[in-house]
């Protein structure tokens, strides 16, 4: 594994490098590559099990990895050495299934891990706070518990409670997946605002509407290696691997 | 003397001597149940956070303490803290100059009471724990989390509201186990009872005052435990 280097923006602010993950005897991750520049959106496709999820996880060193390298703005991020804070606070992530502290109403969820983590000041978090609730389109609700939310809701506080480490580039694990039809649009409008106020944004999704219309880069993975990628245009109308088309085919 | 009507001897009533005894018991009691309450309490948030640990040791040694404390009777751990312990360690001399035990019998009954209810603590803070989704810890640990943060912040906070009834049930049944104190003469609620009725020779009606005061007590807590209870819940979350 190599150590942290130094970072420009015209660099890749995302860097994957042949990165390969078991779990016991499964290969998940069998040398995946992928770089991502600052600002730029990125969906992965693929079927279950064909790792999306576990790359993700590795980004933010929620996975150790067992070869290879991933940087994040040139912090290696499974150096042992590494300060696992400086990379979380770069890296935002939101998960298929919310994860919400539900003892804590959307208002505190939002301002606890900049108070706690960061140590910042209660009430300059709290005024930044409100702004990322208005921003998520949530206001009156700050003070609603996770539990008496929609899960479109859920999901927008989430969103928001990851904002709030400022970080600079942000996760999405399937984070429609376990919402209500109606509310998968504002949960994507919330995500298209962000990606359109330059935010790099790192999505595995279904929905492939969303995708072909926001991404500025499809990859495809299946079985724990990267198919195929390319501009959507592209990717959507021409796809040339066979299993890319199978896919496309099944869930278009 | 008895009281010619009834018969009911209550000397408490009309003795002063008995009446200051058996506030002294009853003060007595109380500060032992919450001397014992909070280190037991402790012990079980400690406890369960050692038993999460990485290494191996620390996890064997709760596991090993859990054992010893819960799979012995809470008398023999009593005798063994205050008649074994007690001996092995260092007398000191006192104001009078006379050499006494390093710690008294109150403090040998708040410790050993305190370890045993904390063995049962350890466990029930543990089943809270597990009932926190492991996808809750992994989004605090995405947001900077470190393992004590989210610890304290986030799975203890949840994991109190699933397990306060186990709690409660322990931490009733502590405060009836702290009559134990009785077998090394801390003046509690049944040591004092026992000099009483062994002056005024009135065992039953001591007895019933016992249980009523006991069942007094009990219900204090248990009510305040409840009070707890609904005071943090949170909609969509727990019992």
Redesign the interface.
């Known amino acids: 594994m190599t150590a942290s280097q130094p970072w420009t923006p015209d660099q890749p602010i995302v860097r994957i490098a042949d990165v390969y993950k078991s779990f016991g005897a499964v290969e998940v991750l069998k040398g995946v590559s992928l770089n991502v520049m600052k600002g730029e959106v990125i969906c992965i496709i693929g079927p279950s099990g064909s790792g999306k999820s576990t790359l993700l996880r590795c980004i933010n060193a929620l996975v150790p990895i067992d070869r290879g390298s991933i940087q994040v703005e040139g912090l290696e991020t499974h150096d042992p050495k590494l300060n696992k804070l400086e990379l979380r606070k770069k890296v935002g992530m939101v998960f298929q299934q919310y994860n919400l502290f539900p003892h804590k109403t959307a208002l505190q969820n939002i301002m606890m891990a900049p108070v706690t983590v960061l140590k910042q000041d209660k009430a300059e978090v709290e005024v930044r706070a409100r702004v990322l609730m208005k921003k998520v389109r949530l206001e009156g609700k700050e003070h609603s518990y996770p539990g008496e939310l929609s899960g479109g809701q859920q999901q927008r506080v989430a969103i928001a409670r990851s904002l709030a480490m400022n970080p600079d580039v942000m996760l999405f694990d399937e984070v429609t997946a376990a919402l209500d039809p109606e509310t998968v649009k504002e949960v994507l409008v919330t995500i298209r605002d962000l990606a359109e106020e330059g935010m790099t944004c790192l999505l595995v999704t279904h929905e492939m509407g969303f995708a072909r219309e926001l991404a500025d880069h499809m990859y495809f993975t299946d079985r724990g290696v990267i198919v195929e990628h390319g501009p959507p245009k592209e990717f959507f109308s021409n796809p040339r691997d066979p299993r890319t088309q199978e896919f496309l085919s099944q869930i278009l | 003397m008895t009281t010619p009507e009834t018969g009911i001897n209550l000397t408490y009533f009309y003795d002063s001597f008995d009446r200051a005894r058996m506030i002294g018991g009853f003060f007595m009691t109380i500060w032992l149940s919450l001397v014992c309450l909070f280190f037991s309490t402790i012990i079980g948030v400690v406890g369960a956070w050692l038993q999460g640990s990485r290494f191996v040791w620390t996890r064997r040694i709760a596991q090993g303490y859990i054992q010893l404390f819960r799979n012995t009777p809470p008398l023999v751990q009593m005798y063994f803290f205050f008649f074994a312990l007690g001996n092995l360690l260092p007398r000191v001399k006192n104001e009078y100059g006379y050499l006494e035990p390093l710690f008294d019998n109150f403090t040998w009954a708040a410790v050993s009471l305190s370890f045993f209810a904390g063995a049962f603590n350890v466990e029930i803070f543990r089943s809270g724990i597990e009932a926190v989704?492991e996808?809750?810890r992994?989004?605090?640990?995405?947001?900077?989390?470190?393992r004590l943060?989210a610890y304290l912040?986030?799975v203890l906070?949840?994991a109190f509201?699933v397990c306060l009834p186990a709690l409660n049930n322990n931490l009733v049944n502590l405060v009836k186990t702290t009559t134990l104190a009785y077998a090394i003469a801390v003046p509690e609620l049944l040591y004092v009872s026992n000099q009483i009725w062994s002056d005024s020779v009135n065992v039953p009606e001591m007895m019933v005052t016992l249980l009523v005061l006991y069942v007094a007590l009990v219900g204090l807590l248990v009510w305040g435990m409840h009070r707890w209870e609904r005071a943090?819940r949170?909609?969509?979350?727990g019992t």
Do not use: D, F, H, K
Request: charged share 15%.
């Open positions: 989704p996808s809750t992994e989004a605090a640990e995405a947001l900077g989390y470190n943060q912040y986030i906070p949840l509201r943090i949170v909609p969509g979350y």
